[in-house]
């Protein structure tokens, strides 16, 4: 490794030293590669829409090695590591085919004796240890499970399980026998069926305008709080000990009984929508004395819920289905709306002052119609896909301040063209089409010049690479050449943080990194220095 010291100076009123030091990892990398062609020739051997997970340091995926059979697959990327584990494969393309719990996977689909009906599956990860936790008969047949309908105790996961004609509650400790039903709505037409979370050791979970509970147990799942009046509950979120649900035009809270039940505060002008929880408050979307769709926040009690700013005093400061973008910290970030830059994305820390717009990505009254958005833990950048003007999408990270909201790079020429965003490592890997290139793999680090291109497919061809998983040291993914679409993995690369310097307003960066044999140093309106290596 090397470091280097780099000087500009200033052209204005003030002096400008900037030091920017740089540690340049020469480190040669593995280039992605197939990891094993599971359908031999040119068909696909992972199959359509399949996840991957991770059990115990190995990759879990659904493949068919001819067009008869289909196996749940393991690998440790290697050929020779990359094996079939059991007969079986999932059911429903639109969820996700892997539920995590006790260091073993969960999914539904059938095994090999049972191909006309569907079992919730678990599995170990070995042969012995892959079997159905339902037996299929004429009480249990399943279709596939809520793809919210998910949650975990300590001794066990409930499950939304549907079968031809309705939704039931299951909880199961991770076996066939301790695989029940424990809630059956009655009646036949039901408007929600939604599971909030454990609150208190407990499960609370909706059902049409009703609120319930449960230990995992048929008599210990009881109702907690019915109103007089008929409205089914928004999705809730856990702030403490309750859990926070809308209700019609009001904001309500439960701890899983009927005297913990309570109203927090409303009712307002819409039904509440609730974002986000950081820290110790919840924020969610409403509107009162006629300020249209806005942000509020609450802490729980009735003069702690309030607006947090009216951006848009005329319509409504919100924009999007789902504004939300992301956390950092006490922070949301958001998609908002006003009357003079249009929909862009905004942060809030519940407070007015603390209010504002990140970036206008779209100059004028026109929206960026922002989408995909992804959070790193790790750097605590808030990712995002947005349109300028109408134009090409562009992907876009922010750290929740004006300086740290940047356009990361400029590849693709399509509109709707990104596929894949994934954080990884502090990391961001993600699939869109480039010029010259086809549609492709990338992986950035957030900084400008520190995003890295993998033409899997030279000459402009699509390997349209997806599903992203870290499994080991290593990062696995689906792709597609003249082989079908197959299961790849590839070294983790060093991307070497771009060094950024602010000084009265003024913003340096130095790129690329990794580097060749040039470092280019750009500090705003100064002219652009080139070092040689």
């Not at 260091?103 to 070995?126: A, E, F, R």
């Not at 509020?296 to 700013?309: Q, R, S």
């Amino acid at each position: 490794q090397c470091v280097y010291s780099l000087c500009l100076t200033p052209m204005k009123q003030n002096l400008l030293l900037l030091l920017s030091c740089i540690m340049i990892a020469a480190k040669a990398q593995t280039p992605p590669a197939m990891v094993k062609d599971v359908y031999p020739g040119a068909q696909d051997g992972i199959l359509a829409d399949t996840y991957l997970a991770e059990l115990n340091g190995k990759a879990y995926f659904f493949g068919h090695p001819n067009d008869s059979t289909y196996w749940l697959y393991q690998s440790d990327g290697t050929d020779a590591g990359t094996v079939p584990v059991a007969m079986s494969r999932y059911y429903d393309y639109n969820e996700p085919n892997f539920r995590k719990w006790n260091n073993k996977l969960i999914w539904v689909g059938n095994d090999h004796t049972q191909w006309d009906n569907n079992q919730l599956m678990i599995s170990d990860g070995t042969s012995g240890g892959t079997l159905p936790l339902i037996q299929v008969n004429a009480s249990t047949a399943i279709n596939s499970w809520k793809g919210d309908g998910f949650a975990a105790l300590p001794g066990g996961f409930f499950m939304i399980l549907i079968d031809s004609s309705e939704s039931c509650l299951f909880f199961s400790n991770g076996t066939p026998a301790g695989t029940k039903r424990v809630f059956r709505p009655t009646g036949t037409v039901y408007y929600s069926f939604d599971l909030y979370n454990v609150v208190n050791g407990k499960l609370v979970f909706n059902i049409n305008n009703d609120i319930y509970v449960s230990d995992g147990t048929l008599a210990g799942t009881q109702l907690a709080y019915s109103p007089s009046f008929f409205e089914h509950p928004g999705k809730g979120m856990v702030l403490g000990n309750y859990a926070y649900f809308s209700y019609g035009y009001e904001l309500w809270r439960t701890d899983g009984t009927n005297n913990g039940t309570t109203l927090v505060k409303g009712p307002f002008e819409s039904q509440p929508q609730l974002l986000a929880v950081t820290g110790n408050q919840l924020f969610f979307v409403s509107a009162e004395n006629g300020s249209g769709g806005e942000l509020f926040v609450t802490d729980g009690t009735a003069n702690g819920t309030h607006l947090v700013k009216d951006i848009n005093p005329n319509g409504s400061g919100i924009m999007a289905a789902e504004p939300l973008l992301g956390t950092i910290g006490n922070k949301i970030v958001y998609v908002g709306n006003t009357p003079t830059e249009g929909g862009d994305p905004w942060v809030s820390d519940g407070t007015a002052a603390g209010t504002f717009l990140l970036k206008e990505i779209c100059t004028g009254t026109g929206s960026s119609y922002i989408q995909m958005p992804a959070t790193d833990p790790v750097k605590g950048f808030v990712y995002f896909i947005a349109e300028q003007c109408n134009q090409s999408e562009q992907l876009y990270r922010t750290d929740g301040t004006t300086v740290g909201t940047i356009q990361v790079n400029s590849v693709n020429i399509g509109t709707t063209a990104f596929t894949t965003l994934r954080p990884i490592n502090g990391l961001v890997y993600f699939s869109t089409i480039a010029s010259g290139i086809g549609h492709e793999m990338f992986v950035t680090n957030g900084y400008p010049g520190g995003t890295i291109t993998y033409d899997l497919v030279p000459g402009g061809g699509y390997s349209n690479s997806s599903e992203f998983t870290l499994i080991g040291n290593k990062v696995f993914f689906t792709a597609s050449n003249n082989k079908g679409e197959e299961l790849w993995s590839s070294d983790i690369p060093v991307i070497s943080d771009v060094a950024e310097t602010a000084a009265d307003d003024l913003s340096a960066v130095v790129f690329p990194n990794p580097a060749n044999n040039l470092l280019t140093v750009k500090a705003g309106n100064l002219p652009v220095e080139t070092v040689t290596i």
